[in-house]
């Protein structure tokens, strides 16, 4: 059973940064997704960031030009580095994976978290003054 573990949530001001890390226990298939998405109180899942097997990436609107994600394979991790963080990017935040899926497969699940297989726990994010 792939396991996911979230690290790297916490409080911090509008305008700070934050470092989100996410482990996998296995990859048992050369061609996958990684995502990170997001949930808000009362709020549906979405999608933040998402990279496939090419390092190829994509991101909500709303996080273009702050947020980047990046992977590192000799320690089956990736990570979202947030920057210029806002009051609306607080919610608990997830990383996911599904493997075989990549390229286009990968670009359409930042809008549909559905097709994501495996799944951390979350970690909480909370912007406030």
């Known amino acids: 059973q792939v396991q996911l573990v979230e690290s790297g949530g916490g409080s911090e001001q509008p305008g700070g940064s934050l470092k989100l890390s996410c482990v996998i226990s296995e990859y048992y298939n050369s061609e996958y997704c990684l995502g990170w998405f997001r949930q808000g109180t009362g709020q549906e899942r979405e999608g933040v960031a998402v990279i496939d097997t090419e390092g190829t990436t994509n991101y909500a609107d709303s996080v273009k030009g702050r947020f980047t994600i990046s992977e590192d394979n000799a320690k089956n991790a990736f990570y979202l580095q947030m920057n210029r963080l806002k009051v609306e990017d607080s919610g608990t935040y997830y990383c996911?994976?599904?493997?075989?899926?990549?390229?286009?497969?990968?670009?359409?699940?930042?809008?549909?978290?559905?097709?994501?297989?495996?799944w951390g726990k979350g970690t909480l994010v909370n912007v406030s003054s």
């Open positions: 996911a994976v599904v493997f075989g899926g990549a390229g286009d497969y990968c670009s359409r699940a930042l809008f549909a978290y559905q097709r994501m297989y495996y």
